[in-house]
């Protein structure tokens, strides 16, 4: 039975719209993550997942090991649940919430909060000053892992910290242990231009190379200033952890004697923007269903919804798949709708009133943002369902 029908039948008492994860794509996703890990942990992006009782069904598995969190208030939330090891991968301007965690004993010691300048640590300080008594919070320093070329003129990677040599780190890194009630645990330097790119982009073959050749010479370059920065940064403090990596270069990261653990989520659900990588071959695992609700035309079929882009630079790489049935694409002058979407293509001619379309969206846990269940196909069973953030009454972005 092919993958349409297993859908179909599995979820024939669902109404659409609705999501699905399946289990066994994600069982297999996951264990080619922890082959890839060699043995290092990895620490799971909730924000490729958003599900909380799924990100405890992850954190079960052997070789997953801790939360990358996206917000505060999340961390503090999943913290509330029994979650012991929650990394805030990005800084907070949170003041209720900074105060929330210094006056919390159990959740200061199981949140770590990413900073990468003095500036932070000052609004931090300020944050917390009136609050009694007060937990010492566990810090983080955010290294720039992005790649420098020709002088400073080519730049290929997020716009993250500032700090990029050992020296600056050490710097930051002793400020930070010069502080009452800061203590720094650990160190991240995420390389998005090799993580989050694709290496094997189709239909042009000079961008290809072009991408290749970029994410050779980065990695080669991070590899030596990563290291340097980590052992200045173990002069001036002890450091539980150092974190890098995602999905798209996990086997190049753990490679690294100064990584101790690496960062991943959307290989686990397996979107669309990860179908362009050489390293790894994912099963999708995510997918919503839209139903037809309208016929145009013979070659054309209109699905409720669908308008569900993806954060990032705006262009057709945003818009969620028409997966299957394979061969539906969008109309150039409306593309994914927010009511509707009509879809085109000889595939069209073969769907009728009430069918379904399976979408997969271009980003992980985003999609989650749609809908409040995940329900739980495993083979050509529905075996349960679980809530995702929404679900649970969250929207922390």
Same mark, same amino acid.
């Given at each position: 039975?092919?993958?349409?029908?297993?859908?179909?039948?599995?979820?024939? $008492? =669902?109404?659409? +719209?609705?999501?699905?994860?399946?289990? !066994? &794509?994600?069982? @297999?996703? /996951?264990?080619?993550?922890?082959?890839?890990?060699?043995?290092?942990?990895?620490?799971?992006?909730?924000?490729?997942?958003?599900?909380?009782?799924?990100?405890?069904?992850?954190?079960?598995?052997?070789?997953?090991?801790?939360?990358?969190?996206?917000?505060?208030?999340?961390?503090?939330?999943?913290?509330?649940?029994?979650?012991?090891?929650?990394?805030?991968?990005?800084?907070?301007?949170?003041?209720?919430?900074?105060?929330?965690?210094?006056?919390?004993?159990?959740?200061?010691?199981?949140?770590?909060?990413?900073?990468?300048?003095?500036?932070?640590?000052?609004?931090?300080?300020?944050?917390?000053?009136?609050?009694?008594?007060?937990?010492?919070?566990?810090?983080?320093?955010?290294?720039?892992?992005?790649?420098?070329?020709?002088?400073?003129?080519?730049?290929?990677? $997020? =716009?993250?910290? +500032?700090?990029?040599?050992?020296?600056? !780190? &050490?710097?930051? @890194?002793? /400020?930070?242990?010069?502080?009452?009630?800061?203590?720094?645990?650990?160190?991240?330097?995420?390389?998005?231009?090799?993580?989050?790119?694709?290496?094997?982009?189709?239909?042009?073959?000079?961008?290809?190379?072009?991408?290749?050749?970029?994410?050779?010479?980065?990695?080669?370059?991070?590899?030596?200033?990563?290291?340097?920065?980590?052992?200045?940064?173990?002069?001036?403090?002890?450091?539980?952890?150092?974190?890098?990596?995602?999905?798209?270069?996990?086997?190049?990261?753990?490679?690294?004697?100064?990584?101790?653990?690496?960062?991943?989520?959307?290989?686990?659900?397996?979107?669309?923007?990860?179908?362009?990588?050489?390293?790894?071959?994912?099963?999708?695992?995510?997918?919503?269903?839209?139903?037809?609700?309208?016929?145009?035309?013979?070659?054309?079929?209109?699905? =409720?919804?669908?308008?569900?882009?993806?954060?990032?630079? !705006?262009?057709?790489?945003?818009?969620?798949?028409?997966?299957?049935?394979?061969?539906?694409?969008?109309?150039?002058?409306?593309?994914?709708?927010?009511?509707?979407?009509?879809?085109?293509?000889?595939?069209?001619?073969?769907?009728?009133?009430?069918?379904?379309?399976?979408?997969?969206?271009?980003?992980?846990?985003?999609?989650?943002?749609?809908?409040?269940?995940?329900?739980?196909?495993?083979?050509?069973?529905?075996?349960?369902?679980?809530?995702?953030?929404?679900?649970?009454?969250?929207?922390?972005?």
């Amino acid at each position: 039975m092919d993958a349409r029908h297993r859908y179909d039948r599995a979820t024939a $008492a =669902l109404e659409p +719209p609705f999501a699905i994860l399946d289990l !066994a &794509a994600m069982r @297999a996703n /996951a264990a080619d993550l922890v082959r890839r890990a060699a043995g290092k942990p990895i620490r799971v992006a909730s924000k490729s997942v958003r599900s909380r009782p799924l990100l405890e069904r992850i954190l079960a598995m052997d070789g997953f090991q801790g939360v990358m969190a996206f917000t505060l208030p999340e961390a503090l939330w999943l913290a509330g649940h029994g979650c012991t090891d929650v990394l805030v991968a990005y800084p907070t301007a949170d003041r209720r919430a900074l105060a929330e965690l210094a006056g919390d004993t159990v959740a200061a010691g199981r949140i770590t909060v990413t900073v990468d300048s003095l500036a932070h640590l000052d609004f931090i300080k300020t944050a917390v000053d009136g609050v009694r008594p007060r937990a010492e919070l566990r810090i983080c320093l955010d290294i720039d892992a992005g790649y420098v070329a020709l002088g400073g003129k080519f730049r290929a990677g $997020a =716009l993250r910290s +500032p700090i990029r040599e050992p020296e600056e !780190a &050490a710097d930051l @890194a002793a /400020a930070i242990t010069k502080r009452p009630g800061f203590r720094l645990a650990g160190l991240l330097a995420y390389e998005a231009q090799i993580a989050g790119v694709g290496d094997d982009p189709p239909g042009n073959a000079l961008l290809t190379r072009a991408i290749r050749v970029m994410q050779a010479c980065s990695a080669r370059e991070l590899i030596v200033r990563r290291g340097r920065v980590v052992n200045a940064v173990r002069r001036v403090a002890d450091l539980e952890f150092v974190n890098g990596g995602g999905t798209g270069s996990i086997e190049r990261t753990v490679r690294e004697k100064a990584v101790t653990e690496v960062a991943a989520g959307s290989g686990l659900f397996h979107p669309k923007l990860f179908d362009f990588y050489r390293g790894f071959t994912g099963h999708p695992a995510a997918l919503f269903a839209l139903p037809v609700v309208r016929r145009p035309a013979p070659d054309v079929a209109t699905v =409720l919804g669908g308008g569900y882009p993806a954060s990032g630079a !705006a262009g057709g790489s945003r818009l969620p798949q028409a997966y299957l049935p394979a061969g539906l694409r969008f109309s150039p002058d409306e593309g994914a709708g927010e009511v509707q979407t009509p879809l085109l293509g000889q595939a069209a001619d073969d769907l009728r009133i009430g069918d379904r379309v399976w979408f997969r969206h271009a980003k992980a846990g985003e999609m989650c943002e749609r809908f409040d269940t995940l329900h739980l196909v495993d083979g050509d069973t529905l075996v349960g369902s679980v809530p995702t953030y929404r679900g649970e009454g969250k929207t922390f972005l």
